[in-house]
């Protein structure tokens, strides 16, 4: 179990180098589209496949909900995630994305879904320091980075903790195949709007045939195979053991960049990724201590509320 988990953070990991590279030749918007729009087939042909579609059964308020995570989850994310990754670094991009926990509590908070310890509150501005840290580094603008594409990084990482939030209704009403194929589908429609002009100036012809191939990893290995992998390892790794895999993702990515893109590991971001993790862990420390007094009540649902807020990448 601990080998597939780590073969699925290796995939997340891997895919924002592929995404890096891939914008050489799609746009921003043509490329997230056509991510969602691959994942949703495959979802959908397995779906349609396995007989689920006709026990689905959903009330208007269920549908007006899963619309809405759709749009937080997939839409809003992968059009702020790609267009910050163009404008950023990969090192920054695993950096902020592993900030997932922390908006994750900020909205739990914020709807009173959660408490707000001293730990968690610590954790919180370490992380927002190791951010503010990456925002002024400048050393690194010769591989892309910008305090835009972080910006637009952070507001991606945002609307998935909504998502999460979001999910933990959905997620007793269906099961995972059910719920993804859902998302994807509805979120693959509402981002058609964003991106029909950018599909419609992509110079086709000229696309070199890499950037096909990038497509492709990027929805096998980007979205369904890490995703099936990961709701596999849950089944028999504990939600604190599957938490550890959060910190290997930034430094695989920033590893395969400084290898294969020839990023710099500078001295800001290597403060700033630390603060970002160093928080990250306080936060899930903390709630790592707390999940004992509920777990006899608990325990399933907190492992799947995990499972949803990694799933993403």
């Keep these: 179990m601990h080998l597939v988990m780590l073969l699925a953070t290796v995939c997340w990991a891997g895919n924002i180098v592929v995404v890096k ?16 729009l691959g994942t949703a087939v495959i979802y959908l042909a397995y ?38 990754l163009a404008l950023s670094s990969v090192g920054h991009t695993g950096l902020i994305v592993a900030l997932g926990p922390v908006m994750v509590l900020v909205i739990a908070v914020l709807v009173r ?100 191939w990038e497509l492709v990893f990027m929805v096998v290995f980007g979205s369904v195979l890490p995703y099936s992998l990961f709701a596999y390892a849950l089944t028999g790794l504990a939600a604190s053991r599957v938490a550890a895999f959060n910190y290997l993702q930034p430094v695989i990515a920033s590893s395969l960049a400084i290898w294969l893109l020839s990023e710099r590991l500078t001295a800001h971001v290597l403060i700033g990724g630390t603060l970002v993790l160093a928080g990250v862990y306080l936060i899930e420390r903390e709630r790592g201590n707390e999940i004992p007094m509920e777990r006899k009540e608990n325990e399933n649902h907190g492992n799947q509320t995990f499972a949803l807020h990694d799933a993403d990448r």
């Design 47 to 84: 779906f349609l496949a396995s007989g689920r579609v006709r026990r689905l059964r959903l009330s208007p308020r269920g549908w007006l909900l899963m619309a809405a995570t759709s749009l937080c989850g997939v839409t809003l994310n992968q059009l702020f995630i790609i267009d910050g």
């Design 113 to 212: 879904m959660e408490s707000l310890t001293t730990w968690k509150m610590a954790g919180m501005l370490v992380s927002f320091g190791g951010v503010g840290m990456l925002a002024v580094d400048k050393t690194a603008g010769g591989n892309g980075t910008h305090w835009r594409g972080d910006l637009l990084l952070l507001a991606g990482t945002t609307v998935f903790a909504v998502y999460v939030v979001l999910m933990k209704d959905l997620a007793n009403r269906c099961d995972p195949l059910t719920l993804n194929t859902l998302i994807f589908v509805l979120g693959a429609m509402m981002l058609a709007p964003f991106c029909a002009r950018a599909l419609a100036a992509t110079p086709w012809s000229r696309l070199r045939l890499e950037a096909w």
């Design 21 to 36: 590279e891939a914008l050489v030749g799609f746009g921003p918007l043509a490329l997230a589209q056509w991510r969602v």
